[in-house]
Nanobody, 114 residues
């Protein structure tokens, strides 16, 4: 079965950094894309970054471009999201998922204090 597990969230001051991890299993990792999504309190879930496991192409939402970096370790079936220069508006529950979507994981909380 397809499964993703997110980790790495926490509490950080504005301007700080965190690295999120997405461990994936149950599907041919190299054939899909993996995306990071976040849901801020009271808002809809939004896609913020994506990486093609086939050719390494990446996508970033304007809100995180230049601050976040997505990468992958195919040997570990893991995708990372390095988040730098964090802002209070980055606070939310962060999820990863395959693209096309599979089951959603529990997510990992990120809280950025001002």
């Amino acid at each position: 079965d397809v499964q993703v597990v997110e980790s790495g969230g926490g509490l950080v001051q504005a301007g700080g950094s965190l690295r999120l991890s997405c461990a994936a299993s149950g599907f041919p990792f190299s054939r899909l894309a993996i995306g990071w999504f976040r849901q801020a309190p009271g808002k809809e879930r939004e896609g913020i970054s994506c990486i093609s496991m086939n050719d390494g192409n990446t996508y970033y939402a304007i809100s995180v471009r230049g601050r976040f970096t997505i990468s992958s370790d195919n040997a570990k079936n893991t995708v990372y999201l390095q988040m730098n220069r964090l802002k209070p508006e980055d606070t939310g529950l962060y999820y990863c998922n395959t693209v096309p979507f599979g089951p959603w994981g529990q997510g990992t909380h990120v809280t950025v204090s001002s």
